[in-house]
Nanobody, 120 residues
Framework: QVQLVESGGGLVQAGGSLRLSCAAS????????MGWYRQAPGKQRELVAL???????NYADSVKGRFTISRDNAKNAVYLQMNSLKPEDTAIYYC??????????????WGQGTQVTVSS
């Protein structure tokens, strides 16, 4: 089992920045991919960014050039730097992890979510 705890959400004006953090604990030695998904009210959960243990990344088209995912293997953590935020980025952001090295979809482990609200 893997436990994921997110932090760093909040309220920011359009054009601003936020940095989300996710700390993993438990059976972390075989984690092969970590990343972020988000869910806005009335919408399905969607990919934001994924990173494998090998450093490969996958970003949603809507965030390319604005968001950057990074990982600190020593701290068992993954981060999401979000710049040039837009009101449409408002959502609950979920950390995700899995034991398969893939960018094709989410792993089985989810954090509790952190709210990001971007005001216009």
């Amino acid at each position: 089992q893997v436990q994921l705890v997110e932090s760093g959400g909040g309220l920011v004006q359009a054009g601003g920045s936020l940095r989300l953090s996710c700390a993993a604990s438990g059976s972390i030695f075989t984690i092969a991919a970590m990343g972020w998904y988000r869910q806005a009210p009335g919408k399905q959960r969607e990919l934001v960014a994924l990173m494998t243990s090998g450093g490969d990344t996958n970003y949603a088209d809507s965030v390319k050039g604005r968001f950057t995912i990074s990982r600190d293997n020593a701290k068992n953590a993954v981060y999401l730097q979000m710049n040039s935020l837009k009101p449409e980025d408002t959502a609950i952001y979920y950390c995700n992890a899995g034991h398969i090295r893939t960018l094709a979809g989410p792993g089985p482990y989810w954090g509790q979510g952190t709210q990001v609200t971007v005001s216009s």
